[in-house]
Nanobody, 114 residues
């Protein structure tokens, strides 16, 4: 059974940082691309960052380039999203995703507010 469990969301002031973690189980983690998506209230879910199975070049949403960094640890079966210089518009529920059967985590709330 595939499980993706996200950690690390919370409330942070503009300009602050958070690191999200997603621990995966139930499949061969190292074989699959991993991604972070987000969905803000009233908006479509959007791809924030993605990283290949072999830790190849990551892809980022234009609005987070230079601020967010995706990485993975294939020993710990974990993918991370380091988010720096957070902005109010980054407020959303963040979801972990794998292209193994298109599985999703339950999401973690990130709120950026003063």
């Amino acid at each position: 059974q595939v499980q993706l469990v996200e950690f690390g969301g919370g409330l942070v002031q503009p300009g602050g940082s958070l690191r999200l973690s997603c621990v995966a189980s139930g499949f061969i983690f190292s074989n699959y691309r991993m991604s972070w998506y987000r969905q803000a209230p009233g908006k479509e879910r959007e791809l924030v960052a993605s990283i290949s199975s072999a830790n190849g070049s990551p892809n980022y949403l234009d609005s987070v380039k230079g601020r967010f960094t995706i990485s993975r640890d294939n020993v710990k079966n974990t993918v991370y999203l380091q988010m720096n210089n957070l902005k109010v518009e980054d407020t959303a529920v963040y979801y972990c995703h794998t292209n193994y059967f298109g599985s999703w985590g339950q999401g973690t709330q990130v709120t950026v507010s003063s």
